[in-house]
């Protein structure tokens, strides 16, 4: 996560204070919204999803025959950025369903707050969901009341909430950005982590360091990795020890910190084509969505190449699934309000080349 003022964000018109409530509504998706374009910058590739509220972090699943959407919920918070992102103060989640691509999007309201969490303390970032054994699961970080990211799970009989969470941490994670991805085989594992304000570089070595740069080692250093962990039958703990997700260069070389257009940042996302294992992330201060393959879900990966380039807005973060013989991408921009904090989501389509390698996404 950026932590300070906004470096690409363009200047398009604000399109007015988006209302927070907590009543569910619908709205129109990809409605095209008249304004002048007097800055000569480029139309963007597909429009937000939602105007009513600011979304960001879109991670979506295919649930009951409807596309159901798990974001952030950014709210101007009033906090004034600092380099550990205290202004992502987010309190809520809202989820989002719809029919089908370009229909009607559908705010299903609250679906867990940070009061109903009993070990939280601020900030509810990423989340993702799941679906096993007839619960549907919300995996969410949030800082706990010593200010440390770790990751919750609350559960629902209904993939629109609420959500109800357990209470306590699960056990042994740390950082940000949970993605929770269920193999052919029916084992499920999480992939997580987020550098500087996502806290994964206090994580080094395996121990929390409270004193740890709040930056990433730099140089020709081995970069630092996404972690992963596999989920038990319950889906509310590990199974087993948390690991690295190695990612190598074509050469077999693992990626550098001083690569930092290729290496992990944050925003970890998982998913599975003819066979092959697809991880996708963003890399951060170079604002690409980028991805690696491997024949295994726990790596090594090998990088491939640019999934999106940059969105207006610091970075993005996105989820990648197949709807209707079809593969789509959500992710975020700040087109609504030109501000990184307040960001809203979009989909569009994602293409493939004959040998499984993906197209790189102008937005
Ligand atoms: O929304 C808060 C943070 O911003 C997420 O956890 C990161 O992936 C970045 O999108």
Known sequence: MKLTAPVLAASLALLGACQSNNSTSETATNVAVPQADTTGAKKPLSEPLVRDIYTADPSAHVFEGKIYIYPSHDIEAGIPENDKGDHFAMNDYRILSMDSIGGKVTDHGVGLAVKDIPWAGRQLWAPDAAFKNGTYYLYFPVKDKQDVFRMGVATSKTPAGPFKAEPTPIAGSFSIDPAVFTDTDGTSYMYFGGLWGGQLQRWQGGKYNPNAAEKEPSGNVPALNARMAKMSADMKQFDGPVKELVIVDEAGKPLLASDNKRRFFEGGWMHKYNGKYYFSYSTGDTHLLVYATSDTPTGPFTYKGVIME????????????????????FYHDTQLSGKTWLRNIKVTELKRNADGSIQTIVP
């Open 310 to 329: 940059p969105v207006q807005g610091w970075t993005t973060h996105h989820s990648i699934l197949p709807i209707k013989n079809k593969w789509y991408i």
